[in-house]
């Protein structure tokens, strides 16, 4: 397939308000099957500053159309054709651009956070020139990469997707799921990956330098030949055997620290000892950054403990007492917490895929000191996918851009929780109680 390059404004034809508004219509009814409906065929249409808010534009042929800075929030593109199309500067902000042939186009700068791209194709495109009779010159054709850059996709859903060869230098990919997303060959050149879901992910031979990936998720990505000079991967989660690829040499990494059994009792008789005299004796646990996966630490005490970005993967922690702690950034994949208590504690951006929760506290901390005051727990953009929080107390607890993706929450107790942004695909919630929760923008929920 081509499209026209640099095609000039006399190649472009310009719709009046009342004409779009009718091809849409039209295009609405062909959707529903309705008789006089036609498809929209808006190739080569300057539609620039188009307001298409919430429109249901799926699969129209948007091909070389100049969208740019176009209202487009919330429209429906699924399967749309929007191949070499123009969407400088458009607001894409929560549109649905499933399975969308993206090739060659434009996006400079454009807006698509908690967008749907998953399955979209944005691979590089051959474009060429046409004369004035509309043949299409062949010795003018060249390939042209998609270029995402400078783009806004927090949050945004690419799984899957078509990104071989794009250009997204300087995109915002903050919280967004790339999960089985092919990038490879692209420049991503300091993008930020801050947060994101780049499991399976092919990042092969990509342009890395710069692009920050801390408390990503990258297991099972590949990421053999890519340059990753000065990238920043701090608190991300990466296989094992990735940790040992010479690609990783000159990448930032977080510095992990061991101790030994003896050590860490030491520190939990110490840290109990700091909390019983509330803080004359003994010493305050501070354990950030530190490497206890897979030790068993059932029933620990660690009130008030700094954990930031400590590792816990498949840790033994049932009955823990991580009450009003600091895990932030913490990867507890697998980790064994059932009934343990983590009210009014900080697990922000924490890893707890496949992690076992049943029976859990995560809510706030109520009635603390003379004036009964309540310290929230925050869980924000936590990552719970295929953990099991079955009969999980839940009840007020701050979970906004949290991922419940295949999880387990029945007979979870949700009650005034902040469930905003939140995604609960594949979820199940027979018995869970959401009454008064917020969840404006929330995803998968019945």
Known sequence: ??????????????????????????????????????????????????????????????????????????????????????????????????????????????????????????????????????????????????????????????????????????ADFTDAVLRGADLHGGDLRNANFTGANLEDANLAGTKLHGAIFQAAVLTGASLAGADLRGADLREAILDAATLELPELRHAIRTEYTAKSDEEMLDVLQRHGLWLDTQGREGERAVLAQIDLSGRKLDGARLVLAIMRGARLHRASLARAQFVMADLSGADLRGADLREADLRGSVFQRAHFNEANLSGAQLGPLRDVGDRHRELPSNFERAKFGRANLAQADLRGANLSGADFSNANLAGAKLQEAKLDDTNFYGARLDGANLDGASRERAAGLP
């Open 1 to 170: 397939m081509v499209a026209t390059e640099e095609a000039g404004p006399e190649q472009w034809k310009r719709l009046s308000p009342s004409e779009l508004e009718q091809a849409l219509e039209l295009h609405e009814r062909f959707l529903l099957r309705k008789a006089g409906g036609r498809r929209a065929l808006l190739a080569s249409h300057d539609l620039a500053d188009a307001d298409l808010i919430c429109r249901d534009l799926s699969d129209a042929d948007l091909t070389g159309a100049r969208l740019t800075r176009g209202l487009l929030m919330g429209a429906v593109l699924r399967d749309a054709v929007l191949f070499a199309a123009d969407l400088r500067m458009a607001n894409l902000d929560g549109a649905d651009l499933t399975r969308a042939d993206l090739r060659g186009a434009c996006c400079r700068g454009a807006r698509l956070n908690k967008a749907i791209l998953a399955k979209a194709d944005l691979r590089e495109a051959s474009l060429g020139r046409f004369d004035k009779r509309h043949k299409l010159l062949i010795d003018r054709l060249r390939d042209s990469h998609t270029d995402l850059t400078s783009i806004e996709a927090r949050g945004a859903d690419l799984s899957g997707a078509k990104l071989a060869g794009a250009v997204t230098v300087r």
